[in-house]
Each structure stands twice: as C-alpha cells, then as structure tokens.
C-alpha cells in the first residue's frame, strides 16, 4: 500500500469567525470555492421539515446585489458552475471557476451571506420548485419511498434524523418570509461556516482575498447548536413490510452504526465491504453466486456525525425467491463474521478497494475541497484530509470482529421487506 | 461594507490532452493520457463493433459479453478473478454497449497497474461466460428492465427513442425483454469471437501512468492474438430525420408528467456542431437556459427542464426534458416547444454569449479527473473522432455568432417537426393536451 502524498492544507480563522482553508494545488484548472454551514435538516425548526433545504433554494433567490437565479446565471456566463446541497448535518454551497472568476465568485457568495433578499414570489416559486423535486426524485421513481422508511424504522418519531432532509410538503406550504429571514439571522453566519478554496493561487492572496470579500461580515450572537446524542441499538427487532408498485421485492436490514467521528466507524465500515462491498464479497459469492438465491446484494452508511447514523444490508432475491430465506443467509454470515472475523485475504482486499475511492474521491477539485471542508468541519482538522486513509488502513481483522459484535448483533437489526404489490 | 463587484479576467484558452500512441505487436492501439496527479488510472478496453452485427433476434448480445467478461476466465474461475482484480485495488467501473461499439473500462491506483493491467487483458481475452453466470446476468437485465417499465422517466426516454423510426437507435441498446431472454452462453462466445479483437480494440490509459506503462501493456496484450475473427457489417447507417409524432403513455400511478422533446441532428464532424452546441446551452443546457428560466425559476412548474445534444458516429440527439407536476402538462409542454422555437424567438448576441462562454470555460473544469478523460477518449474512439479534434471544435464554439446559432438550430429542430412523448396519467392530462395537439395525440394505454 502507497502512502498518499500529502495535499497542501492551510486554515486560518477570521476575527469574525469564519474558517478558512486554502489547499495550493498548482495543476489545478480553475478554483474550487467550498462554503459549509453548520446548519442541515436536522436542524429543521419543529413543524418546518424540509425547511433547512427549501432554504437552500432561496439562498439563489436573490441578495442585495443579486438579482433572483442570478447567482446561477452570473457564474455560468463566465465558464464557471455552482449548485448546494443539503444534508441533516450540513448545507453546503460551492462554485468551481475559471481561476478569473475567483474574487467573483467569493462576493456572490459575501452578498447572501452578508443579505439576502428574498421576495414572497420567488419564496412560492420555489417552494414549487420543491414540490416538484420531491415527486422527481423520490415520488416518481421505483422504489423512491425506501429511505425514508428505513429512517422511520432507524429513528424514533420526531428524532431530527428521523425524516429524510426533503421533508414534509405541507410544512413548507406553512412557511413565511419571516421564517426564512430568522433562519438566515440564526444560523448564516460567518462564525457557523467553513470556507475552503482550492486553487493554483499562493496561499495568502487566497487569505487576502476571502478577507477582503468576506472578512468584513459581522459574527452574530454566540449560537448553541444542539447535536443530536447517541442513541442506544435498536430492541425487538422492529419490522416493516410494504407493498408498492415495483417488479421485484427487497430486504433491508439496518442497525444503528457509528457516527462519522466514532472511533469504531472504520471497522465498522470493513464489516460491510466484507459482507457485502464488490464481487468478491462474502453475501455476493454465496447469494448470488453459489446458492443463487440473490439477484443482487448490497450495503449503505447514511454517514450522519451526530450521535448516531445507520448502517444497511441489502438484498433482492431471484425471481422466485423470498424475502425470509434471504434474511435467514444474511444472519448467518453474519453470526459467522462476529464469530470468527475476516481472513487476511479479506481485510487486504478491503484495504486496497478502500484505499482507491479515498484517492478517487480527491481525484477532481469539487469533491477534494468538500472533503476538506468535512476534515475542517466534522474532524476540526483540515491535515485530517491527510490522515484520514491511514486511520481507515490501521484497522485490523480483530478490530472488525469486536465492532462487527458491537454494532451488528442480529438482535439489534430492524428489517425493511418492501414486497411487490400484488 | 460590502466591497465592489470584482472585473473578471478572461479564461486561458486550454487543450484537451494529446495521448501518446502505441502500437502493439497483436495489432492494438494503445493510447496513454499523461496527467500528473491523477493517483487513480482509468484503463478503457475500446471496442469498435456496430449493433447491426447483432442478429436481430439476440439484440442486447453486445452489451451482455462485455458484462459477462468478469464472471470468470480459464486462468481464473468463478470469482477468483475479481478476487485477484479488487485484491489489488482495482474495479471493473464500467461495462457496456454503444451503437457502434461496446467498453470496459477498470480503475486502479497507478503504484498497481503492473498487476492489474493482466487481469484486465485476461477477462478481455478468455472469458468463460459459465451457463449460470450468464443467466444470472441475463436475470439482472431482465429485471433492470421491468424496473423501467415502472419509472416514467424512463418510459417518457424510451418512447421517445421508439419514435425515431426504422433504425438500431429507437429499440433500446441493451436489448428488450424478449431478446435478452434468449442469450446463451453460446451467443456470448460467438459475439466475443467476432466482435473482440486487437485489430478492432482500442486500449485508453488516462492518469499519472508509471514511466514504464507501455512495456507493462504491451506485456498484458502484446500477444493477444486470436485466430482471425470475420469481417462485420459496416457501420450503422445514419437515420434519417424521423417524422413528426406525439406519443401519450399511460401511467395511471405517476407522481409527475414526464415530457420529452425532441429529434435527430448532425453531428460532431458536420460544421453546423459548434452553432448547435452554442444554440443547445442556450436553449437548455445551462441553469439560465430559456427552457430551466421559465419552466423552473420564473413559474415553478418543475425541479428541472432542460436539454441536451449528444453526438453519435453517423447523428446527433437533440432531447429535451421536463418533469412537472400533473396539473400543468399541457401548459409546461406548451411552454417547452415555445421556449424551442428558436426561429420565433432568436437568439441573442448576449444569449450567444453566455453559451459561448459556458461551453468554453467550465469544459477544462469538468475534465479535471482521469476518468473524465477517459469517458470522453472512449467517445471520440467510438465515434471515430482524433483526439485533437476537440481543440478545432472549441475554437469552433468561440466564434459562433448570434445569427449562427440561430440558423444552425432552426435547420434542424423545427417545432412542428419534433417528437414529443409524453409519460403520465392520462385520464388526467389528456384533454388539455388534446388542446395543444389538435391534430391527434397516439394513447399508448397501460
């Protein structure tokens, strides 16, 4: 295994309380500009889930300089790109540019931290605008439904992970001008963000410039965000089956997992490539392949930093399979797995698929600098970047066996059977 | 207080990459991509083989083979082989067909190429397609298919491209139901013997490539030479212009209308592409393109309208898209073919800017990895395209005019021209619809 060549990480924090981290990187094609907020739908005010992301959108409908959409169209016109995305944990916004566009791109994003202005028109028409990404993206789409039931198993009622970060269309439908005025007052703020650039630019005419456009916005009063706390693992193996409309049935079993900065996530993490990660996985070799009783297998990690997330087994079976002979397999390897570990075979296959998605992760400018901004944000350390794969190598076979016993007792599972409607 | 607007300074005018060639003693071409800092390599086995080889009743063969290559080898059975690939940190990332021909591409970090580009060469070279392996891949197309037919999306694409006429491009590349359903093992060997061979083959290597790469991939495929393989069909025919039709399919249970618009255009080789392109950003691939503006930003209709034009070897695509809420159908198709009517509505010298300027400045930003290199070597390899024709074609962008752009789109996408297929509920959109298609509306009904 190589070792990663360090990137070049340098933080700085403002008097206003915004971090700052430029990474030099001189083959870069342009600049990467990376803003995080401390704020995501777990932070949804009570009766408003969806709002931290139906605010996203309005972060684009206009400031005191920028007309509304016109973040968007202003950056495009000039090669550049720029979107958002919201997650329970964090909103973030980024621009990639041409290396011209830089300044340009730090002040649009100065201009609606520092006011935005959004009008009750552009506050209704996006609000459309999320109404129509909910049906797009999840309504209309076979098997669309599926995370926010595996939530709702994961998650007890009313916990801020418990509703995916879309959230609940009649809450937008309540939401007012001054909500989203006193949302922005709370929580956009240069003491709640994290900046990230990475460029071909020396490091302090990246400070010089961030400074000049954004070190001049007022922190605002101290702000307690409340994370949510560790929950404990799930108990009588709560069971949910539904019907819908799709041509083959799934088995999801969930547990809850580490957060992202739990010392047991990484092995926690190989649990799951061994089980169920590549070809080469136990539950692909033996479901699919030589009992042929899976069309196809698989696994997920929603990642979540506060307390705890929640982690998946996945199965479909064949076409004249069900769901129970596949839960029986998947409980079984999985007893085998807490009882007896990973062969060494195993764990350095997993090392080596890990070790490349970390390098293709950092592979292109947009995903390296959201990667930093997790290392500066999540880890408090923009070097974590640096250290992050060696922490993931370290992991031993012995590691893996004692979390895959903590963490992923068949006792401690919820089951999702989502079943083809008849 | 908020400091002054910055000027902006013009983009660098950029290249795409010059591979360095190198011609191996089996008869293939391998091309290197050097790219400093790229750990991760993307390695393309390029096949030029056009679907009219297919025989019509096993349609999806070509797309089926390159999948089933990593299923298992005579060197390695079973999974040992993907044991001996992931064991050494690389992955088959992507298998498939295209009309002309098909790829397989696999990554690694490029301190392992030395063992990786064997294994590569290997399941390339003496797959063994296995009775089960081959109907549980056959299996997994099946149902990747039914899961389809239950997304209307998808359905909106496919009725679209069943629109285009007697040509390979409106049945769907990976075969249907009743194709796919016939593949055996013995079709798979047959189309591999055919079809995949060095004189055909292109191999794209794209990253920080080791200094020794080239003795590395000629030891894994100089001396792949396999008997003789028979000569194809020709290349598939370029289609004609399809005729007008508008396409309703029933989708009682659908959350949102899927609209799409569309027809064949030239392509990348003709020398209206660059106007086309400009006119395409312009009217739908930009977040301020006339399509998203209205359809999103000013009403609210949907999450996202646009367009895109995509070039084949022998034609070009243009396709419009809309998701929108089942109330206002007829109105955001209405609007759409309005917003497409370039020669009602010219487009503007500002307009021809903005698109010039979108098209030739965030292309560098988009090909910042190897693998984006890569997807567009294995194109250009498709399609027939030298690498440094992609230089011409960006000059090319930069000095299309208003008038141009204009006259290069109004050419070819003429409104009352177009195909339009529509997926959604139809009891509830129909009669609106009818309104703005008097002259019929084809039902297709569940």
Redesign the interface.
Same mark, same amino acid.
């Given at each position: 295994v190589?070792v990663a +060549?360090p990137y070049q990480v340098t933080t700085r924090l403002l008097d206003n309380g915004l971090r700052v981290t430029a990474s030099h990187?001189p083959?870069?094609?342009?600049a990467a500009v990376n803003l995080w907020y401390d704020v995501g739908s777990a932070d949804d005010p009570p009766g408003a889930s969806g709002f931290a992301h139906l605010f996203e959108h309005l972060m684009f409908a206009g400031s005191?300089?920028v007309r509304? $959409?016109q973040h &968007?169209?202003i950056l495009?016109?000039? $090669?550049?790109?720029s979107n958002a995305t919201t997650s329970p944990d964090r909103t973030n916004y980024y621009e990639?540019?041409? !290396?011209? =566009?830089f300044? !340009?791109a730090l002040?649009l994003e =100065?201009?609606r931290l520092?006011?935005l202005r959004v009008s009750r028109n552009s506050l209704?028409?996006?609000?459309?605008?999320?109404?129509?990404?909910k049906?797009?993206?999840y309504? &209309?789409?076979?098997y669309g439904d599926q995370l926010e039931l595996m939530l709702g198993l994961g998650f007890p009622e009313g916990h801020p992970y418990a509703t995916p970060t879309i959230g609940v269309m009649s809450h937008l439908d309540a939401a007012s001008l001054a909500d989203v005025q006193a949302f922005h007052t709370t929580w956009y703020r240069p003491d709640n963000a994290s900046l990230v650039v990475v460029s071909p630019l020396a490091d302090d005419e990246v400070f010089r410039c961030v400074e000049?456009?954004l070190g001049?916005i007022e922190p605002g009063v101290p702000l307690e965000r409340v994370t949510p706390q560790a929950l404990p693992p799930l108990e009588g193996v709560p069971r949910l089956r539904v019907e819908r @409309?799709? @041509? #083959?049935a799934v088995l999801d079993l969930l547990w809850r997992a580490p957060s992202v900065t739990h010392a047991d996530r990484p092995a926690v993490g190989f649990a799951m490539a061994v089980l169920a990660i590549? +070809?080469?996985s136990r539950l692909?070799?033996d479901l699919? #392949?030589n009992r042929?009783i899976a069309? $196809?297998v698989g696994t997920s990690d929603l990642g979540f930093t506060g307390g705890t997330s929640l982690v998946s087994l996945g199965a479909?079976p064949?076409?004249d399979g069900d769901l129970a002979a596949l839960e029986q397999a998947i409980l079984e390897h999985l007893e085998k797995l807490i009882a007896e570990g990973p062969t060494p075979?195993e764990m350095? !296959?997993a090392r080596? +698929?890990i070790?490349?998605n970390w390098?293709?992760e950092l592979?292109?400018?947009l995903h390296r600098a959201d990667a930093i901004n997790e290392a500066v944000v999540v880890f408090g350390d923009a070097g974590y970047v640096n250290h992050q794969l060696d922490r993931w190598l370290a992991v031993t076979a012995d590691d893996v066996t004692k979390a895959a016993a903590t963490w992923l007792q068949p006792e401690n599972r919820a089951v999702l059977e989502y079943e083809v409607a008849s | 207080m908020m400091p002054r607007r910055p000027a902006v300074r013009p983009a660098p005018t950029w290249r795409f990459p010059r591979p360095v060639s190198q011609q191996l003693s089996s008869g293939l071409t391998v091309d290197h991509y050097l790219l400093p800092g790229q750990r991760v390599v993307t390695l393309v086995l390029v096949v030029d083989a056009p679907l009219t080889a297919e025989p019509a009743e096993l349609e999806g063969v070509s797309a089926l083979t390159i999948q089933a290559c990593d299923e298992g080898t005579e060197t390695h059975p079973g999974t040992a082989l993907t044991e001996a690939l992931e064991g050494c940190g690389a992955a088959v990332v992507a298998a498939g067909a295209g009309l002309n021909g098909a790829y397989l591409s696999v990554e690694v970090p490029g301190s392992r190429l030395p063992e990786a580009l064997p294994l590569m060469a290997e399941l390339v070279r003496e797959p063994v397609f296995a009775a089960d392996d081959v109907a549980r891949l056959v299996e997994s197309r099946l149902l990747a298919i039914a899961t389809a037919e239950c997304s209307p999306p998808a359905v909106a694409s496919k009725a679209f491209y069943s629109a285009l006429g007697d040509h390979r491009l409106a049945r769907p590349i990976g075969g249907d139901a009743d194709t796919v359903a016939r593949l055996s093992r013995e079709h798979l060997h047959a189309w591999h013997e055919a079809a995949i061979c060095p004189e055909r083959s292109r191999l794209i290597m794209a990253g920080d490539l080791p200094g020794d790469a080239a003795q590395w991939a000629d030891a894994a495929f100089g001396s792949w030479t396999p008997p003789a393989a028979p000569e194809l069909p020709a290349s598939v025919s370029p289609p004609a212009a399809p005729p007008r039709s508008v396409l309703l399919v029933d989708r009682p249970d659908a959350a949102q209308v899927s609209l799409r618009i569309g027809t064949l255009t030239p392509t990348r080789t003709h020398e209206d592409w660059a106007a086309l392109q400009v006119a395409n950003a312009v009217v739908g691939s930009m977040f301020g393109s006339r399509l998203n503006t209205v359809l999103r930003e000013e009403r609210g209709l949907t999450y996202g309208a646009g367009s895109s034009l995509g070039p084949g070897r022998d034609a070009g695509v243009f396709l419009a898209h809309v998701e929108c809420r089942p109330d206002s159908a007829a109105e955001a198709v209405r609007l759409a073919l309005e917003l497409i009517d370039v020669g009602a509505s010219p487009i503007t010298e500002a307009e021809v800017r903005n698109g010039i300027a979108f098209i030739t400045g965030s292309t560098p930003l988009r090909l910042d990895t190897a693998d984006a290199i890569a997807v567009l070597a294995t194109d250009f390899t498709l399609s027939r395209v030298p690498a440094d024709w992609f230089d011409a074609y960006m000059l090319g962008v930069s000095s299309v005019t208003a008038e141009a752009a204009t006259a290069a789109f109004t050419r070819y996408v003429r409104p009352d021209d177009l195909v339009v297929a529509i997926c959604g509920d139809a009891a509830s959109i129909e009669p609106e619809l009818q309104k703005v298609f008097p002259d019929g509306l084809g039902i297709t009904r569940q």
């Open positions: 190589t +060549q990187d083959l870069a094609p342009g005191a300089h509304d $959409g &968007n169209v495009e016109a000039l $090669g550049g790109m990639t540019v041409p !290396l011209g =566009a300044e !340009l002040w =100065a201009d520092s006011s209704a028409t996006q609000r459309g605008v999320v109404h129509e990404e049906r797009q993206r309504d &209309n789409q076979p000049k456009y001049w @409309p799709v @041509p #083959r590549g +070809q080469a692909h070799r699919v #392949r042929g069309q $196809g479909a064949v076409a075979a350095s !296959l080596a +698929q070790e490349r390098y293709a592979a292109g400018l | -």
